[in-house]
């Protein structure tokens, strides 16, 4: 019974490259969400999906960042030419189903490091 | 713009008494709020949550109350207990599915 589940928990980059982080929702949760969190601030929402669909990306900047959530495997958020002020715990949560209602769970995290 | 607001970054209180974390939102529209709390190197954990609805929800010893019409919610936990120590995060949610975090309050219960 698995929860959310993150990898890596730690990811060093160099300025530039691109960085990939991976979720495994609950099984049977449908609903991801991503959030990023900054030094002493709390959760910013980036994205929600659903089974191959973007339901809002409205927190996700428009460029170098996107988000899929494939039919078969984990949600991916995938940073392209990554820079220093990407450096943040980046946290995805799921659902069962409409979140608020039915609580989101949350994974543990990938800190991510830009060198 | 911080629509979800935790004006206190950090609170002590004795174990055994009440802590009361507090937290103000600016979006009337808002229809669902959550409380969360985080150990270290943890993501958030579900706790409680409160629909626009109702004034107050309770499970066991925690209690949500709803003000609207200050935009106010708090999180009452009695009694306190060395454990509860973590950060609690407040959200919301809007009616777009999208939600909104505070900052988070610093719970640190002395034993």
């Known amino acids: 019974n698995a929860g959310v589940m993150q990898n890596p928990r730690h990811l060093v980059r160099r300025r530039g490259q691109e960085a990939r982080l991976r979720c495994s929702p609950m099984?049977?949760?449908?609903?991801v969400y991503w959030y990023r969190q900054l030094p002493e601030e709390g959760l910013k929402f980036m994205v929600y999906?659903?089974?191959?669909?973007?339901?809002?990306e409205s927190g996700m900047p428009k460029e170098r960042f996107s988000a899929e959530f494939p039919k078969e495997g984990p949600s991916i958020l995938r940073i392209q030419q990554v820079v220093r002020g990407d450096s943040a715990a980046y946290f995805c949560?799921?659902?069962?189903?409409?979140?608020?209602?039915?609580?989101?769970?949350f994974g543990d995290g990938t800190r991510l490091s830009i060198l | 713009d911080q629509q979800v607001k935790q004006n206190s970054p950090s609170l002590s209180v004795q174990e055994g008494r009440i802590s009361i974390l507090n937290c103000d939102y600016t979006?009337?529209?808002?229809?669902?709020f959550l409380w969360y709390k985080k150990y270290p190197a943890e993501g958030p954990t579900f706790l409680i949550s409160?629909?626009?609805?109702?004034d107050k929800n309770e499970d066991g010893r925690f209690t949500v109350f709803l003000n609207k019409s200050a935009k106010h919610l708090s999180l009452h936990i009695v009694p306190s207990q060395p454990g509860d120590s973590a950060v609690y995060f407040c959200?919301?949610?809007?009616?777009?599915?999208?939600?909104?975090f505070g900052t988070g309050t610093s719970l640190t219960v002395i034993p």
């Open positions: 979006n009337s529209m808002f229809d669902y």
């Open positions: 949560a799921s659902s069962s189903g409409t979140p608020g209602v039915q609580p989101q769970h």
């Open positions: 999906l659903q089974k191959e669909n973007i339901i809002d």
């Open positions: 409160i629909s626009s609805i109702k």
């Open positions: 099984k049977g949760h449908s609903h």
């Open positions: 959200a919301a949610r809007d009616t777009g599915n999208q939600f909104y």
